[in-house]
Each structure stands twice: as C-alpha cells, then as structure tokens.
C-alpha cells in the first residue's frame, strides 16, 4: 500500500533540548495513525517537521511523496493540519476565517464547504462571530473545519478532540473512521489514549522525543490489556531505562 | 510582577537586546545634549525642557494605558498570556492590592529604565554642553515625577471612566476649559500647568508637596474605588471578505489585503486609530516646519515636509502588521514572504492617504510647481523605509524596533539618508529629487527582506 508519511532518523533540537529523537517511521494510505505520547514528549514538533514548519536538524521526511524540508508550502498544499495551540486571526468570523483559508487554498466551492461543517459540528450559529469572541470549544471545530476544507488526502491533528464536549467528540471520531474508510489518512496525535484506542488502526507511543512501542493496537493489546496500562508500562520501563 | 515584567521585554528581544535599551537612551541623551548648543536657536532651553517633561508624563500615560487595557495585545504576541494583573479571577488576592502592586512595579521599573538612564546621559553630557549638573539632579526627580503623574492620571481616568463615562467626559471638558482659561486669560503659561516644570524651574517645598498630593491622591482614589468588570461581548458581523477580495480582485493577495482592512476596521479603535496616531505627528510636523522657517528662510517647506513625510508614512506598516502572528498562517500553505507582500500592498493604499496630505499641503501654500518633485521625493523615501522596515522587523516591526540591536541598525540605514536629504534640499528643493536612487538600494533591502523572513524559523519550543 502506497506510503504517505516516511520520515527516516528524524531529529530536532532546541538548544541542549533534542524534542525529536532519531524516529523513524512510517504511515500508509488509509491509515489512522495515532502518535501517543505524555505532554511535552515531542508529539506537536513531531508534527511541525512532518510538515515542514520546523526545519530538522538531521534525518529526512517525505509526505505525500514530497520532501518536506525542500518543499514545505507544497506539503501544506496538499494536506490539512490541525494545529493544537493556534487560534484563528482574532477580527474574521468564523465564516470568514474558512473562506480566507478557501481563498490560500483556492477552492472552488468554499460555500458549500462552510455549510457541511457548520452544519456537522453545529456551529452555524456562530459563523458570523468575530474568532477572538469564540469559545475554545468552537474555535477547536473551526480548525477542524479549515483542516478538512479542501478534501486532502492527509490529515495531520494536533490533539483533536480536547476542548469539546462527549457529543462533538463522537462526531469527529466517526468523521474520522469514515474519512479513512472513504481513502483518506490521518495522523493523529494525542495523549487521551481512550480516543486512540476505539479509533486508531495504528499507534506509535513517543516518550523524551523517541518511539518506544509502535504497532497495530490489537498487537499492542495483547491478551486483555488496554492501551492505557500498555503506554504505562512502556512509559514507565522507559523512564526507568 | 517585577520579574514578570522582564520576562516579557527579554521574551520579545533576549536579555542583551532588552538590557541594550536603557544604554542606548543614555546614548541618545548624551549625545541630544552635546550637540544641543547646536540647534539652541531653533529650540531654546525651555522648549526643550518642556518637550522632555511632556514626553515622560506621556510616557506613564501610555504605560498605565496599556498596563490596564493592553490584554488583546498581550494575547496576540504570547498566545493566551495571563499576567498577574489580570489573576484577581483566578487567585485570591483582591482587584485592589493587584492595582497597588502594579503601580508600584511601574514606578520602579520605569524610573530604572527610562528616566534614569535619560538622566545619566544628560549628566554625562553636561560638563561638555554648558548644562549645569544642578540642572540634570533637578530631572532626575522632575521627570520621575512627571512619569508618576501620567500614570496617576491614567489610573485615576480609567477608574472614573469605569463609574461613569459621562463624568470622565466633563471632567475632561472642564480640564481643557481650564487650561484654555488659565492659557489666555490668565496668562499662565505652561510651566504653571505641569507642576513638575514649576517644580524644575521655581523648586519649592510647598510645590513638591502638591505635587506628590496629585500623584497619591489619584492614585489612591483608583485603589479604593477600582472597579473591575469583565465583559464577555460577542461581536457579530456579516461576511465581508468575499466582497472586499473582490474590489482588491486586481492583487493575486487581494484576500490577505482584506483580512488587513477588516482587521483594522474591527480592532479597537477602528481605523481611525491609525489615522490619528500618524495624522497628529504629521500636523505636528507641519506647525514646526513654519516656526523653522522663521530661522531658515530659504527652506522649501514642501520639499521638507515630503522628505520627513516620506519617512513617517513607513510607520503605518506597523499599524497593518500589529494584528496577528505568522503562527496563525505557519500550517497552512503561505510562506512569510507571501504575508509580507501582502501588507507592503495594504501599506501602500494606507499610505494614499499620505499622498493626499502632500497634495493638500502643496495646493494650500501654493507651491504647485514643487507638487510632482515633491511627490516623487516622498514616494521613493516611503519606500526605502518601509523596505528597511520590513527587513530588520519582518512582520513584527513594532516589536522588534524596542530592541536596540535591530533600532541602531534601522537608524543606521534612515538617519543618513535622512539628513543627507534634508541639506541638499536647502539650497535647491529639486536637489531631494536625488531620493529616486533610493529606488534600487530600496529594492535590493526588499528582495533581502523577503528572502531572510520566509528563511527564518519561527521560535516554537
């Protein structure tokens, strides 16, 4: 199967801190990747370099085919990102915000594609609310939205569902199970492991910047386990290590 | 609330650039006061005396204003910051003892870093300009003063406008009534109307005395009668972005040029704020262009107005570039160059306004032959600042300008060209012409801007 993500001795450090580790992986077409990992154990810089929003300081990456370093606006192009910390520009509404996006991105039926979501992650009340006035709940579904805006074929979410209520955390979860059963990719990074364990066909657990576990998660769960008690125990050994 | 303070200015510039600050204002002061024998005619001691008590009281003006109200700005450039200021919800400590604890930071803080080091530049100086040393112990506690004084001011507006903004409304009608009153027909002067100048000029126990009364009386009015209200507002608007890419349809950035309109127009303030923060230097410009005159006759007043124009208008950039951070775009597929173009393009239909300005003040004083010269002259200055602009602040000139190894380097670039301009236009205004070569230097700092911004990695751990 055709791969999206292939990153090879991945590494990246600030100063004395090396957030990204050596890691080396790989993500095909149809998958729905799921990086673990505590907070701080390098999740979000693992996405900036997939990306091409950090440069790295060794190794190599290709998305989509592309090298990430040598081409980033390309990369972005092609996928959509859901980034963790960043708000939408604080004077647009939120229909505005979208169609902003769908003006970089040039697509075509912007409308349409506002209506879809406001209408999948009920926020069509607030599409005329300048972002600075949105709750976090609702800023979070409006950088899902923008994500999604011109159909990519890779996804990359940065903590997807933290903000939002058991009602819009179910649909995101099932429109992410359909987005990969319709061809889609997603890369998704998170540290509720609940969220990995019902929807994620694949997981790699990442602690002080390196995957320690990686595999399918029925692989992982062997026996009775859960995900929880495999990332402790991964976790923990390798704190100990 | 000291050191947090700190952590702010070294987060925005590092440590050194920040520490630099306060050297290069001792710079500046030194070297305005050795060279001020200079140019005494044109501004005599007392002006200059005035100017300086003026710019403190401002000084604290502002610094309190943005104390209690610069959270939005604070937001934008760090994210979702929480200072202490604005924990009274969060920790138990009540809005009051915050208040107090923020007055007295400010006070030590900007004493240290504004008014001290103006003051030792000043002392350094005196020995060489003919100034008195008296006369620079005398500012060190004059100009506290008067900071102390623009922030008491401040506190104490900001504190009745809570109450009520109709009281804050005639107490400002009465204030002006008052000083126009005492201005014309009591022949008071402004010495009379700013205690810390009675204070430099005529020292008196009586005078510090009521002087200090108006800064702790205001200041503990505002402590006790604080008010805080948190407004949780949800502005609507319909959708405009599509419309405005549409009329800005003839730029291939026509929609980062309309969120630029829509973030000015919806800001606080609106867009007036920009008009009026660079309107009132221009006017100012403009009077003292006339009182110059009276010195040096053979001053083309266009021709001079263009060039520091020129210069000025680059500032607007500022203005376009104050609402968000490349964080906002960095995951989606825009590079910083591309964001850059597209405020150099929001900056140049602002800057009509500049233009509009030129031709008024060319056809009001009838110099209509010197119109298109002086055109051309603003129009190629405007440029090669703004390209300076752009390539020691990249889209966060406002906030890289404080740090002093990015401002000496911009001074570096504007300042000779400046004065260069300004002399070869005394003899023959058509001289200023020779602001056209600036065109290329112009364009090979933009490209390099470009270049060096879309290159640079924005800090993210």
Not at chain 1, 1 to 14: D, H, N, P
Not at chain 1, 52 to 80: H, I, N
Not at chain 2, 119 to 136: E, N
Request: neutral net charge; aromatic residues 12%.
């Amino acid at each position: 199967m055709e791969t999206v993500i292939e990153a090879r001795g991945l590494t990246r450090t600030f100063g004395d801190v090396t957030a990204v580790n050596n890691i080396s992986l790989s993500v095909r077409k149809g998958e729905l990747y799921g990086l673990l990992g505590p907070n701080g154990s390098g999740k979000t810089t693992m996405i900036k370099c997939l990306t091409g929003q950090l440069k790295l300081t060794s190794g190599d990456v290709r998305v989509m085919g592309l090298d990430a370093v040598a081409q980033p606006v390309r990369v972005r192009e092609l996928v959509g990102i859901t980034p963790e910390q960043e708000t939408p520009p604080s004077f647009l509404t939120a229909e505005e915000y979208l169609h902003f996006v769908g003006h970089i991105r040039r697509i075509g039926d912007t409308e349409d594609q506002c209506r879809f979501w406001f209408e999948l992650l009920e926020f069509g009340d607030k599409r005329n609310v300048l972002c600075k006035d949105l709750s976090r709940g609702t800023r979070q579904k409006l950088m899902v939205a923008q994500a999604f805006l011109h159909r990519p074929g890779l996804v990359l979410i940065d903590e997807p569902l933290i903000n939002l209520d058991p009602i819009m955390q179910r649909k995101i979860k099932d429109y992410l199970t359909g987005y990969v059963k319709g061809g889609g990719t997603v890369f998704l990074s998170t540290h509720i492991l609940e969220i990995a364990e019902e929807i994620c066909t694949r997981v790699g657990i990442i602690h002080q910047g390196r995957i320690i576990r990686e595999g399918p998660v029925s692989e992982l769960r062997s026996g009775s386990k859960h995900l929880e008690e495999v990332f402790l125990e991964a976790v923990r050994g390798d704190s100990h290590a | 609330m000291l050191r947090e303070e700190w952590r702010i200015h070294s987060t925005l510039f590092g440590s050194a650039g920040f520490a630099l600050f306060p050297l290069l204002l001792v710079f500046f002061a030194f070297a305005g006061a050795l060279f001020w024998p200079f140019f005494s005619d044109v501004l005599p001691a007392q002006t200059a005396v005035i100017l300086i008590h003026s710019c403190y009281l401002l000084a604290g003006a502002s610094v309190g204003g943005f104390g209690l109200f610069g959270r939005e700005v604070m937001n934008r450039r760090f994210g979702q910051a929480s200072l202490i200021a604005y924990s009274s919800r969060s920790l138990p400590v009540s809005e009051q003892a915050i208040l107090l604890g923020f007055f007295l930071k400010d006070t030590v803080y900007y004493l240290v870093f504004w008014v001290f080091p103006f003051v030792a530049g000043l002392a350094l100086a005196a020995p060489f300009a003919g100034i008195p040393v008296l006369s620079a112990a005398r500012m060190l506690a004059t100009l506290s003063l008067s900071f102390l004084l623009g922030l008491s001011l401040t506190f104490i507006l900001s504190t009745v406008y809570v109450h009520s903004p109709r009281i804050l409304l005639g107490i400002l009608v009465l204030a002006a009534a008052g000083a126009a009153f005492s201005v014309h027909s009591l022949n008071a002067g402004v010495i009379s109307l700013l205690p810390t100048l009675g204070l430099y000029y005529r020292p008196s126990f009586l005078l510090l005395l009521a002087t200090l009364l108006l800064i702790i009386v205001p200041s503990a009015i505002s402590v006790r009668f604080l008010k805080v209200e948190y407004r949780e507002e949800t502005h609507r608007f319909p959708e405009n972005l599509d419309r405005l890419s549409r009329i800005f349809g003839w730029s291939p950035d026509a929609h980062l040029i309309a969120k630029d309109a829509l973030d000015l127009n919806r800001s606080d303030g609106g867009a007036g704020k920009v008009v009026f923060s660079f309107l009132f230097p221009v006017m100012f410009i403009w009077v003292a262009l006339f009182v110059l005159l009276r010195f040096i006759p053979v001053l083309s007043q266009l021709m001079v107005f263009a060039i520091l124009l020129g210069v000025i208008s680059s500032t607007i950039y500022n203005w376009v570039t104050e609402f968000d951070l490349f964080t906002s775009y960095a995951f989606l597929p825009v590079e910083v160059g591309t964001v850059i173009r597209g405020k150099l393009q929001s900056y140049g239909l602002l800057n009509l306004v500049s233009v509009a300005i030129l031709v008024a003040a060319g056809l009001g004083t009838g110099q209509v032959a010197l119109l298109v010269p002086a055109l051309l002259t603003f129009a190629s200055l405007s440029f090669y600042a703004v390209a300076v602009t752009v390539y020691v602040g990249g889209l966060s000139p406002s906030i890289m300008l404080y740090n002093a190894k990015v401002y000496l380097p911009y001074l570096g670039l504007i300042v000779p060209v400046l004065i260069f301009l300004l002399f070869v236009s005394i003899p023959n205004p058509w001289f200023a012409l020779l602001s056209l070569l600036l065109i290329p230097p112009g364009l090979f700092i933009l490209r390099k801007a470009l270049a060096r911004w879309t290159a640079w990695e924005q800090p993210s751990y």
